[in-house]
């Protein structure tokens, strides 16, 4: 039988990716925004680009859990998903909401320090996505793993970023603070997964179940009476 061009999972993480743009098209088109249309966009780009900025951080650990090394190949199409994401909520913001009036902009992100905390995010991941492709990863050599690190500093920004866009009390957990906490602390799990010495002992954890589990499946099955 001939093979798919696109894996499973490939065509899973196109599918989910394109959903957020394709969602909001059909629901502009049909009148389905909330009341505040601007204030609906902006939002839910902001949301799909985090979600997919979790998505290629998680990448790493599940390959690390269980030794499944597709994931890996994915992340960099993610990573660029997130920043698409992420471009189109600046636009949206820039345009539609300011009508690209530079000085009342500016304005609005010095009274806002959130605002803030979203340019530095966004400026940070822009070099990651220029320099992703391999022409940029062989130029910069060891250069290029050190920057892409830098994905590690970015994700907890933008956490703190939309913390602070939500009304809420962190610590009573009113309001509309719970998502943001979810996407903090999945965060925060992957940044702690980063440590070498929990990396390496989860690696090796992880190596002894997968083969146990072999070891287990490959035993013939015993009938009891
Ligand atoms: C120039 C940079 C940025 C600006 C000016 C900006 C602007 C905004 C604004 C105005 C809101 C509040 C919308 C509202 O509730 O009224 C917002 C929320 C948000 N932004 Fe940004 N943003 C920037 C960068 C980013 C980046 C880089 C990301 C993600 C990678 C991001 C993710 C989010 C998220 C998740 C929310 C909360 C969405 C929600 O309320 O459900 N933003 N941003």
Redesign the pocket.
């Known amino acids: 039988m001939k093979r798919l061009p696109y894996t499973p999972l490939q065509i899973a993480m196109h599918i989910y990716a394109w959903s957020g743009l394709l969602l909001l098209i059909f629901d502009s088109l049909t009148g389905n925004l909330s009341p505040n249309p601007i204030?609906d966009i902006?939002?839910r780009t902001?949301?799909h680009?985090?979600t997919l900025?979790v998505l290629s951080l998680l990448c790493t650990p599940i390959n690390t859990i269980f030794k499944w090394s597709e994931p890996i190949k994915r992340r960099r199409a993610l990573g660029l998903y997130?920043f698409m994401y992420?471009t189109i909520?600046?636009i949206i913001?820039m345009d539609l909401d300011y009508g690209l009036a530079w000085s009342r902009l500016i304005q609005e992100l010095f009274q806002k320090p959130r605002?803030i905390v979203?340019?530095i995010?966004?400026i940070l991941?822009a070099p990651l996505a220029m320099t992703s492709f391999d022409i940029w990863k062989k130029r910069l050599g060891k250069n290029w793993k050190r920057l892409h690190q830098l994905i590690y500093l970015i994700a907890p920004i933008?956490v703190l970023?939309?913390v602070w866009?939500?009304k809420g009390d962190i610590l009573s957990l009113q309001g509309e603070i719970i998502k943001p906490l979810l996407y903090g602390t999945i965060i925060a799990i992957i940044l702690i997964f980063r440590i070498p010495p929990v990396r390496r002992s989860l690696a090796s954890f992880s190596t002894r179940v997968l083969a146990l589990l072999q070891k287990r499946s490959r035993l013939p099955k015993v009938d009891t009476p």
């Open positions: 204030q902006e939002q902001g949301r680009a985090i900025l997130a992420a909520h600046v913001f605002l979203g340019v995010a966004f991941m933008v970023h939309y866009s939500k």
